[in-house]
């Protein structure tokens, strides 16, 4: 058992405090990537009280028995109920925080000062949210293109939308908000994309949500499946927040050269291994542009 298992704040039950800060995570088969989440987060240098609200939806004994191994609040749900919008509202209501930490299960805090530099920014009475930062892992194998930033994002709709919202893209990946804003503007039940929902409601001048440079690292490798997946469930989550991606964006963004020489490079030095790799920058545009205008229900 890690030395961050053990209870913080004297062994008192965090139930009974009223915490400074709730950090909410949904979980299903988090594994060892969450193991090192929740170590991470234990092991935060800070004077805040805090607490780790888990909502799992069907996790495998061995996720199940990660959790005993740390102080967390542990609520269960049926896998067939899980709401990406919903289930964190859920989590989020049923903790007691000033300030609400979203992270994914396998976004593992980049060192012991990341909950305070996530809550910093709200010392400014402006300011709603905070997007912290989300670097890639380099300790695993990853896929070619990333999974964050422009490599991986390169189609319009996605630079489009951090355009009109002052060169912000707001991720539930790593986030923290206020509670006062989110009793105002919850998630909702919503699909997918309901940190961008968030972010459409109360992000209007630009000074609404910040910058931290506090970070998680995170980091997929997609084979064909999940990338497939992955594209068509981002184009149907755009288009719940009202972004359309037209069919000239998609021919316009798969004949990007610039990737092309990327890929060519990543061949030439043997970084590019799978064929969902090799396939990305042609068919992320046809995949996107489908799951915007026809998928349904892709969203699990």
């Not at 704040?9 to 988090?30: A, H, K, R």
């Not at 009280?49 to 909502?55: A, L, P, Q, S, T």
């Given at each position: 058992m890690p030395p961050a298992a053990k209870l913080p704040y004297g062994g008192?039950?965090?139930?009974?405090?009223?915490?400074?800060?709730?950090?909410?995570?949904?979980?299903?088969?988090g594994g060892e990537l969450l193991r090192r989440t929740l170590a991470a987060i234990y092991g935060q240098q800070t004077d805040k009280k805090y607490e780790v609200m888990i909502i799992d939806s069907g996790s495998r004994p061995d996720t199940l028995a990660i959790f005993q191994e740390f102080p967390v609040r542990l609520h269960q749900i049926p896998k067939h109920t899980f709401n990406h919008g919903a289930t964190r509202d859920l989590g989020a209501s049923m903790t007691t925080g000033e300030f609400l930490i979203f992270?994914?299960?396998?976004?593992?805090p980049g060192n012991d000062q990341w909950l305070e530099g996530m809550i910093a920014p709200f010392r400014d009475p402006q300011v709603l949210a905070v997007q912290g930062g989300i670097r890639e892992r380099e300790d695993m194998e990853r896929f070619f293109?990333?999974?964050?930033?422009e490599r991986f994002y390169f189609t319009s709709e996605s630079k489009n939308w951090i355009?009109?919202?002052?060169?912000?893209?707001?991720?539930?990946?790593n986030c923290a908000i206020r509670r006062s804003v989110w009793e105002k503007y919850p998630f909702g039940h919503i699909d997918i994309s309901e940190d961008k929902a968030?972010?459409?409601?109360?992000?209007?001048?630009?000074?609404?949500?910040?910058?931290?440079?506090a970070f998680v690292y995170h980091t997929h490798n997609y084979n064909f499946r999940q990338i497939w997946r992955r594209c068509q469930d981002e184009g149907y989550g755009?288009?719940?927040?009202?972004?359309?991606?037209?069919?000239?964006?998609?021919?316009r963004d798969t004949f990007i050269l610039k990737n092309y020489k990327i890929l060519w490079q990543g061949i030439r030095e043997g970084?590019?291994?799978?064929?969902?790799?090799?396939?990305?920058?042609?068919?992320?545009?046809?995949?996107?542009?489908?799951?915007?205008?026809?998928?349904?229900?892709?969203?699990?």
């Amino acid at each position: 058992m890690p030395p961050a298992a053990k209870l913080p704040y004297g062994g008192v039950s965090l139930g009974e405090l009223l915490m400074d800060v709730s950090i909410i995570i949904p979980t299903l088969n988090g594994g060892e990537l969450l193991r090192r989440t929740l170590a991470a987060i234990y092991g935060q240098q800070t004077d805040k009280k805090y607490e780790v609200m888990i909502i799992d939806s069907g996790s495998r004994p061995d996720t199940l028995a990660i959790f005993q191994e740390f102080p967390v609040r542990l609520h269960q749900i049926p896998k067939h109920t899980f709401n990406h919008g919903a289930t964190r509202d859920l989590g989020a209501s049923m903790t007691t925080g000033e300030f609400l930490i979203f992270i994914n299960q396998d976004a593992e805090p980049g060192n012991d000062q990341w909950l305070e530099g996530m809550i910093a920014p709200f010392r400014d009475p402006q300011v709603l949210a905070v997007q912290g930062g989300i670097r890639e892992r380099e300790d695993m194998e990853r896929f070619f293109w990333d999974s964050c930033g422009e490599r991986f994002y390169f189609t319009s709709e996605s630079k489009n939308w951090i355009k009109r919202y002052h060169n912000m893209g707001f991720s539930t990946v790593n986030c923290a908000i206020r509670r006062s804003v989110w009793e105002k503007y919850p998630f909702g039940h919503i699909d997918i994309s309901e940190d961008k929902a968030f972010q459409r409601r109360i992000h209007h001048q630009g000074h609404e949500i910040v910058y931290s440079e506090a970070f998680v690292y995170h980091t997929h490798n997609y084979n064909f499946r999940q990338i497939w997946r992955r594209c068509q469930d981002e184009g149907y989550g755009w288009r719940l927040v009202g972004e359309n991606y037209t069919l000239g964006q998609a021919i316009r963004d798969t004949f990007i050269l610039k990737n092309y020489k990327i890929l060519w490079q990543g061949i030439r030095e043997g970084k590019v291994k799978q064929f969902s790799e090799i396939i990305y920058p042609f068919m992320r545009p046809t995949w996107v542009y489908i799951g915007n205008h026809f998928n349904r229900g892709l969203v699990k």
